[in-house]
């Protein structure tokens, strides 16, 4: 019996859309995380992309649990000597609520150029609308 490699060409990448409305930010990202890598599918191959599309909508309906919309930290820093930068997830949240999940997916993927390219296939919006109705999403229950 031979170990079957998915090559690129043999993956059917899908496209999924993701109601973050009430979830909560680490449970969401790492289904979100599984099915970017394709885990979910019987075809996966660590080295290879053979995940799926994903649209996440009502990002700004997102949730934390405890008290880590006041006390968790976001940290980045611009590359010169001081230039640490810290906010907290409440101003996160109201400035730009996309980034809390799209930070959330990058820290659960591979740090490499694979996890790089998986990066691309993921869209978070903060309403409802999302302008990829052509390609036909099928709703993922993450529940």
Do not use: C
């Not at 090559?7 to 993701?18: G, I, Q, R, Y």
């Not at 394709?38 to 995940?51: E, M, S, V």
């Not at 997830?89 to 996309?98: G, Q, R, T």
């Not at 996890?115 to 978070?124: F, S, Y």
């Amino acid at each position: 019996m031979k170990t079957l490699f998915a090559k690129n060409t043999d993956v059917v990448k899908k496209w999924h859309v993701v109601d973050a409305d009430g979830l909560v930010v680490g449970r969401l990202a790492s289904r979100i995380a599984s099915v970017l890598r394709g885990k979910n599918k019987p075809i996966f191959t660590p080295h290879a992309d053979t995940g799926d599309f994903v649209i996440v909508i009502n990002a700004d309906k997102i949730r934390f649990t405890g008290d880590k919309l006041e006390k968790k930290i976001y940290y980045r820093h611009s590359g010169y000597p001081g230039g640490i930068k810290q906010e907290t997830a409440k101003n996160i949240m109201k400035n730009s609520p996309e980034d809390i999940i799209m930070f959330a997916v990058r820290g659960m993927l591979p740090k490499n150029r694979l996890g790089r390219q998986q990066m691309k296939k993921l869209r978070v919006y903060r309403g409802t609308e999302h302008p990829h109705k052509a390609q036909n999403p099928e709703i993922l229950n993450l529940n």
